[in-house]
């Protein structure tokens, strides 16, 4: 089920979720939902597998509280094997309202990039249930494919794919350094500045590595009142897109 | 002095057995455990890689944080001693790199472009699994002692076991997540280090300086203080950071 709302292409998030559904479905956890957050304000789910999925995500954001919350917040995956044995102090509205949904385990995962937390990944099944030790590695490989797809989905539309695999899954050294760098350039937040590097890599056809190396090095220097870069910052510069 | 040397050692392992305490520092602990190896070891520059989901290695910690430093233990994932030590489970080494031109083309020419003569690599094992490696780089050509050898292998060892203990504590985790989370924290702190970099115009090497005296000034894990620095908006004030005149 597609969020008719959402204004980017989500096919990448799409594929990913269906993903993560075919390891987690062996182990009883049977629905799946992603949903973004920006600048820490939930904004809505990007792909669910069935409206109880998509419900289980809408009331942790109603209430402020619940696993994908906390696993975000935290930046770790958090497992709820049994909702019908009480997990957590102080989730006593969650968990009652969750089991009223009919949702019986659950399994939250951060979606994030260093600093940059761009969401949250929610399976959940009707029975009690949780991953073992393999399925878990690979969630959480497919949360970082998923964190690059709702990031390239924020820098826009087009296959970004090729450009960015190498240098940000999960990223290199020096990517992350001139994520930091842009984002103060910039005056936007870890994700933007991130989504801003992509975008300009993807425009001129350079990897983000190479680009992540011009801007480390300062021979390229992002400005927020244009869209293009300066190269050789000290002197204006005609930048030709490829 | 070998006096010397097992003092720096013994407060090593101290740190390491205080892992089981709140306010632990992972981060912090690496970043000890790696320069412990330059001080005892005498070499050049030391890292710890940990290896992620799809076993592409990472750096985790450095005694050297410049960008071309980092770059070079990143190359390791395509040819190097780091790589071998982590498929194979066994120390690798390369004494003389002009020797392995032919078995780590990549790695070995970069590696001495920078004056690195000399690699190591040291498996971190945790149970049956190699999580990763602790890398050695010196600039001469002569072979660890047998000692030395042995000391690395300690410092591996115990660079594995920080690891393990600190997430572990928290609740039961599988050594997957306590991997995910703590490379996941080093892309903080990178983020972090552009941030710094940019706001005070410093390098790499002093951002990072920077980010460990505020997080020991203020008793707050490194990582914490990274993350502070990144969930800001770019020009946001921050206490430590005093903010220059806007210029026209």
């Known amino acids: ?242 | 002095m070998t006096s010397t040397h097992d003092e720096v050692l013994f407060a090593t392992l101290i740190e390491l057995a205080d892992t089981t305490t709140t306010g632990f520092d992972l981060v912090s602990l690496a970043d000890r455990l790696v320069g412990a190896c330059v001080e005892v070891l005498g070499v050049t520059a030391a890292g710890i890689m940990l290896a992620d989901q799809r076993k592409s290695l990472r750096v985790f910690a450095s005694t050297n944080e410049e960008t071309r430093m980092l770059e070079l233990f990143e190359l390791q994932n395509n040819d190097g001693p780091c790589l071998e030590a982590y498929r194979t489970g066994t120390p690798v080494a390369g004494v003389d790199l002009s020797q392995f031109t032919t078995r780590w083309p990549l790695f070995a020419a970069a590696a001495m472009s920078v004056g690195i003569n000399t690699a190591y690599a040291v498996p971190m094992r945790l149970r049956d699994q190699t999580i990763g490696a602790l890398n050695l780089f010196q600039s001469g050509i002569e072979p660890f002692s047998v000692h030395d050898i042995n000391v690395a292998r300690v410092m591996a060892d115990m660079a594995a076991i920080g690891i393990i203990n600190h997430w572990s504590i928290r609740q039961q985790e599988v050594l997957a997540q306590q991997l995910q989370s703590a490379l996941n924290t080093r892309v903080t702190i990178e983020q972090a280090k552009g941030v710094v970099a940019e706001r005070q115009g410093l390098s790499m090497g002093e951002a990072f300086e920077y980010l460990r005296s505020t997080a020991r000034a203020s008793q707050r894990p490194i990582a914490d203080v990274a993350m502070g620095t990144v969930s800001q908006r770019g020009l946001a004030l921050t206490p430590e950071v005093p903010r220059t005149a806007a210029t026209d």
């Open chain 1, 1 to 242: 089920m597609h969020d008719p709302g959402s204004p980017w292409p989500s096919v990448g998030v799409e594929r990913l979720c269906r993903a993560a559904l075919a390891v987690a479905e062996p182990a009883g956890l049977t629905s799946v939902c992603a949903s973004r957050v920006v600048e820490d304000r939930p904004r809505g789910v990007v792909w669910a597998s069935d409206p109880r999925a998509r419900q289980l995500d809408d009331l942790q954001v109603v209430l402020g509280e619940g696993p994908s919350i906390t696993a975000w917040a935290e930046g770790g995956p958090v497992m709820v094997p049994d909702l019908h044995q009480q997990w957590r102090q102080g989730w006593v509205t969650f968990e009652r309202a969750a089991v009223q949904l009919g949702v019986r385990s659950i399994c939250a995962f951060p979606l994030q990039i260093g600093g940059a937390r761009l969401g949250m990944l929610t399976l959940h099944g009707t029975e009690p249930a949780s991953l073992d030790a393999t399925q878990l590695g690979q969630q959480l490989a497919l949360c970082d494919d998923l964190s690059v797809a709702l990031l390239v989905a924020d820098a826009g539309s087009g296959d970004w794919s090729s450009v960015l695999d190498a240098a940000l899954d999960p990223p290199l050294a020096i990517t992350s350094q001139a994520t930091g760098m842009v984002m103060v350039q910039i005056d936007s937040t870890i994700a933007e500045a991130m989504a801003r590097l992509c975008a300009h890599a993807f425009t001129v056809g350079l990897s983000l590595e190479d680009v992540s190396r011009s801007v480390v090095g300062r021979t390229l220097r992002f400005n927020p009142d244009q869209f293009y870069p300066d190269a050789n910052p000290d002197e204006s510069y005609p930048w030709a897109a490829t």
